[in-house]
């Protein structure tokens, strides 16, 4: 049985009874147990993205992607929120939910992306480009949204673009495949920041077909948001990749996809923390990693004694500076009423 000092619980000082509380915690010998009575108590949901280890999808009160997460962030009734994400993930809900507490279980849980670009690397580009307006995609900080005029995801980047004025000069940041496939889908010249994931970056075209190679008959579904396939779109769409039976889809439209199509076999270019899922929700059919290397480090990094501890202890708060937060608010709220 785990064994706990009393002392380690300084957020229960205000439950009355006290003793109640924590005789109930100390009987608790299991980590899953102790999670559901934390929440409880405590009026917290645990929010999962896709790319969570499946220990962590299945405690979870809500899985999806991160602007999924966020909105369900938004409309919760509970007081704390548990983010099991990556930093910048936390940060958006943290702007646009400025009263609830927000928790990420491990503070070291950043993305190699939105490392791309430093809010004083922006300011400078913008000096360069003075009437551009600035296009964020949603994995930066919470500093580079700040200032920025729209942020947006890659499903609905091609709305936002749109709906930019045709003779309007854009910066977009910081995913260059995604920026380039934007390009040539809308036919439009925009100046692409040179980021990339240090995941999606390594899906290449030859991994497509060799995998194709494997299993001809196979759908191959795209993930365009947050994980690690923006070159892989934009290798499709310059044709250095056959377009035929490719789906590109959200995670959830990749989840509706895998169950209603009549396809066996899928191959998955995304992060392979889709797969597991995807294989319990769809019995008798196969799913294969474009990559089994296509792993995002930062992802992995929550684990259940985490999200426990992020409870019993009210670790790792995310709290964006309310100036920064007003400001960063704007191209989120944008971004949120474009579906």
Not at 198 to 217: C, L, Q, W, Y
Request: net charge negative; proline share 4%.
């Amino acid at each position: 049985m785990t064994k706990f000092a009393v002392n380690e619980f300084p957020l229960f000082n205000n439950f009355t009874p006290v003793n109640r509380v924590l005789q109930q915690i100390l009987e608790i010998n299991n980590v899953v147990k102790e999670i559901d009575f934390l929440r409880r108590e405590l009026n917290a949901v645990i929010l999962s993205h896709n790319y969570q280890i499946q220990e962590i999808q299945e405690i979870a009160d809500f899985t999806g992607d991160s602007l999924e997460l966020s909105r369900f962030a938004s409309k919760t009734s509970a007081d704390i929120v548990v983010f099991c994400g990556v930093r910048f993930m936390a940060e958006t809900a943290s702007i646009i939910n400025p009263d609830k507490k927000i928790l990420i279980p491990d503070k070291e849980a950043g993305c190699s992306l939105s490392d791309t670009i430093t809010v004083d690397q922006l300011r400078k580009w913008k000096e360069m480009h003075p009437s551009a307006v600035v296009v964020s995609y949603v994995n930066t900080s919470a500093e580079v949204k700040a200032e920025s005029d729209y942020c947006c995801t890659s499903s609905n980047l091609l709305k936002v673009i749109d709906a930019i004025p045709k003779d309007q000069d854009i910066l977009f940041l910081p995913d260059m495949f995604l920026g380039a496939y934007a390009e040539t889908i809308t036919q439009r010249m925009m100046k692409v920041w040179p980021g990339e994931c240090h995941v999606h970056a390594a899906i290449r075209p030859e991994d497509i077909s060799a995998i194709k190679s494997k299993h001809p008959k196979a759908e191959l579904l795209i993930h365009p948001e947050c994980g690690c396939v923006s070159q892989c779109i934009y290798y499709s769409s310059s044709g250095d990749i056959d377009s035929a039976d490719i789906s590109i889809l959200s995670t959830g439209g990749m989840l509706d996809r895998a169950k209603n199509s009549n396809a066996k076999e899928f191959l998955v270019a995304t992060e392979i923390g889709m797969i597991p899922r995807m294989a319990k929700d769809n019995p008798g059919k196969k799913f294969y990693p474009v990559r089994e290397d296509a792993i995002c480090k930062y992802m992995k990094m929550i684990s259940l004694d985490k999200v426990c501890r992020s409870l019993r202890y009210l670790q790792y708060e995310v709290k964006v500076d309310e100036d920064i937060a007003k400001k960063a608010k704007i191209p989120i709220e944008r971004m949120l009423k474009i579906t």
